[in-house]
Structure formats: structure tokens, C-alpha cells
């Protein structure tokens, strides 16, 4: 099986921009989660979806959204962009839940000026 | 405090050493993972334990419900285990995910 790829692999935008990043998960697979990595903050949680349902959000502002397409390939956006949010996007996909293994994409690096 | 913490923060071991890397969490959880990072960033995930012990080639994983900890282990380092290992769990019942701040772990031959 083909594994979880991210689009596209490196990106430069500048503060106030917005961006849209892509996540195909694992064939059959119908969990997707979404995680930030800084430096400073590590790896932090950002959100799950389940059958094009999001089931869980961490603690984020409003700038973060995601949704889930019912071929379970999921994007994220960030609206209005800051230098902070510069950090390498990952997802995440299993069959049901966070609760099983975890297979990760490469990530998309985004880089704010 | 962190949910999740571990320990230390960064190991150099010289290879063939045992390694022990341990991680200690306040959350009430359903199930516990071990992740590797090699530089570059891609993560792979090495255990995924909601009770006892699990072993695969010359890692072991442990995890005590009742204490809240868990360990990793690696038997006879190897310089190609030097990578960043994390250990992560998600909610009771909820699908979100704690991370800890990882290990850098430095093999030198």
C-alpha cells in the first residue's frame, strides 16, 4: 500500500497570506490527524477527522481549519499567517482512532516571512 | 507541567550500549506510542502499547498502566538508532494527542 503523502513538500508565504496544505491517508484508512512541530513547541496536536467529521481540535486559534473529503484525504488551511506559524505540518492516518498505530506523512514545511 | 514528560532529554551512548529512555504522563489514557524522528523529520512510529510489553528486533517497550510510565529500550545501540524518539499518548476516549518533548539520542561507534 502506498503510504500517507503530503502536498507540497516545502512552502515560503509571507505574513498575512494564507495557505492550503494536503493530506492522502492510507487506502482505507478513516482517521486523519493534523499536528504542528516548532522548535520551541514540539509536536502539538492540531486536529482529528473521522468520516469527514471533525472529532477533536487542540488548542489553536480559529486561523487553523481543516476539513475531510469522503475519499478521507484531508486539507488544512491556515488564514491570515504569522511569522509563528513557520513550522513542519504533519499528518497522521489509522483505521478508526488516534488510540491505534499512527502512520505520518513527510510533512509540509512552511516557512513564513 | 506537561501531560506527558520524559527522560532525559538527550542521551550519547557509545554503540552496543542498552539504552532506557522513560516517560511518565498524568493523563488517564487508553493507549501509549513510541515514535522515531531521524533528521529531515519523518516520523515513524515504533510501538503502539495500552498494556505490558512489546518487543521488535532490538527494541522493547514497556508500559505500566497503574504508574503511568512507560519505558524504551534499545539493546546493542547501533549509530543508526541516533534519532529523536517521542513518546505520545492520546486522551481516554478522546482522539486527540499529547506529545512529550523527546529524546535525542546520539550513538557514536
Known amino acids: 500500500k502506498a503510504g500517507v503523502t503530503q502536498t507540497p513538500r516545502y512552502l515560503i508565504k509571507t505574513r498575512g497570506q494564507q495557505v492550503t496544505l494536503s493530506c492522502s491517508p492510507i487506502?482505507?484508512?478513516?482517521?486523519v490527524s493534523w499536528y504542528q512541530q516548532t522548535p520551541g513547541q514540539g509536536l502539538q496536536f492540531l486536529f482529528e477527522?473521522?468520516?469527514?467529521?471533525?472529532?477533536n481540535k487542540g488548542n489553536f486559534p480559529g486561523r487553523f481549519s481543516g476539513r475531510q473529503f469522503s475519499n478521507s484525504r484531508s486539507e488544512m488551511n491556515v488564514s491570515t499567517l504569522e511569522l509563528g506559524d513557520s513550522a513542519l505540518y504533519l499528518c497522521?492516518?489509522?483505521?478508526?482512532?488516534?488510540?491505534?498505530?499512527?502512520?505520518f506523512g513527510p510533512g509540509t514545511r512552511l516557512l513564513v516571512l | 507541567k506537561n501531560e506527558v514528560e520524559q527522560s532525559p532529554q538527550n542521551l550519547t551512548a557509545q554503540e552496543g550500549e542498552f539504552i532506557t529512555i522513560n516517560c511518565s504522563y498524568s493523563?488517564?489514557?487508553?493507549?501509549l506510542h513510541w515514535l522515531q524522528q531521524h533528521p529531515g523529520g519523518g516520523i515513524v512510529s515504533l510501538f503502539m502499547?495500552?498494556?505490558g510489553k512489546k518487543k521488535h528486533g532490538r527494541l522493547i517497550a514497556t508500559i505500566n498502566i497503574q504508574e503511568k510510565h512507560s519505558s524504551l529500550h534499545i539493546t546493542a545501540s547501533h549509530p543508526r538508532d541516533s534519532a529523536v524518539y517521542i513518546c505520545?499518548?492520546?486522551?481516554?476516549?478522546?482522539?486527540?494527542?499529547?506529545f512529550g518533548a523527546g529524546t535525542r539520542l546520539t550513538v557514536k561507534p
Open positions: 497522521a492516518s489509522s483505521l478508526q482512532a488516534t488510540q491505534e498505530t499512527q502512520y
Open positions: 487506502s482505507g484508512h478513516r482517521s
Open positions: 477527522y473521522f468520516s469527514e467529521t471533525q472529532r
Open positions: 493523563v488517564g489514557i487508553s493507549a
Open positions: 502499547l495500552s498494556s
Open positions: 505520545a499518548a492520546p486522551g481516554g476516549g478522546i482522539n486527540d494527542m499529547r
